[in-house]
């Protein structure tokens, strides 16, 4: 079974991201950060009090079952009011709940964590890459979509030259990446966010193999 290692960001990255929204309604995830006391019950209500000392409005919280499930957008409809009220959906889960909550809502999203690597990896089937799993996450500036993957050269300051109509150069069936976050960030109102400049990074945050207590 695969389970997504996550570690919180920091409560300064988190204020920072959440810069210029007050009103948050805060997901958790049932099942990775639960299991390792990320993102679970207990602590999405210590965000809720960290956030409410911070002055934000939290409008509401809950824990859905799987973050990254395709039933995720059914389970928030009960939700769908306070979530409506709030300026953005801050999801305690690995960067995968946090994309599919994301693209399923059409909603500004931001990662309460940096997911660090995958725990156990399952054979046989077909997948498509949506994080590294680098703990530098950065998909709270990109509407919830994650360059460093998606994009073949990894860039994360807007597109290379090749892009052409939309399309990136090295795989002409494949949209570029940077043309989807555009479209993403345009939608939201947040298209300032594109002009924050990315500095250098490690990507490969946590050393290999990686390794993960449950905190006690």
Not at 12 to 24: F, K, N, Y
Not at 89 to 100: D, I, P, R
Not at 177 to 186: E, F, G, H, S
Request: glycine residues 14%; proline residues 5%.
């Amino acid at each position: 079974m695969i389970r997504s290692i996550t570690q919180q960001k920091s409560v300064e990255e988190i204020e920072r991201l959440l810069d210029g929204m007050g009103r948050i309604f805060i997901i958790g995830c049932g099942t990775c950060t639960t299991l390792t006391r990320t993102g679970g019950a207990p602590e999405v209500e210590e965000m809720n009090r960290t956030l409410s000392d911070k002055g934000k409005v939290v409008t509401g919280t809950t824990v859905v079952p799987v973050a990254c499930d395709n039933l995720t957008p059914e389970i928030l409809n009960d939700h769908g009011s306070r979530m409506n009220q709030a300026d953005a959906l801050l999801v305690m889960s690995c960067a995968f709940g946090v994309q599919t909550i994301g693209s399923q809502l059409g909603a500004m999203v931001i990662p309460a964590q940096d997911t660090i690597f995958i725990g156990k990896e399952s054979p046989g089937g077909g997948f498509n890459e949506i994080c590294t799993q680098c703990g530098t996450c950065i998909i709270g500036e990109t509407g919830g979509v994650c360059p460093v993957t998606a994009c073949h050269k990894g860039l994360v300051n807007g597109p290379c030259g090749g892009t052409n109509n939309g399309s990136c150069e090295i795989d002409v069936n494949k949209d570029c990446v940077w043309t989807v976050i555009y479209n993403r960030l345009k939608d939201l109102g947040r298209i300032d966010t594109m002009r924050k400049y990315q500095k250098p990074r490690n990507h490969l945050g946590e050393p290999s193999p990686g390794k993960f207590k449950v905190p006690g």
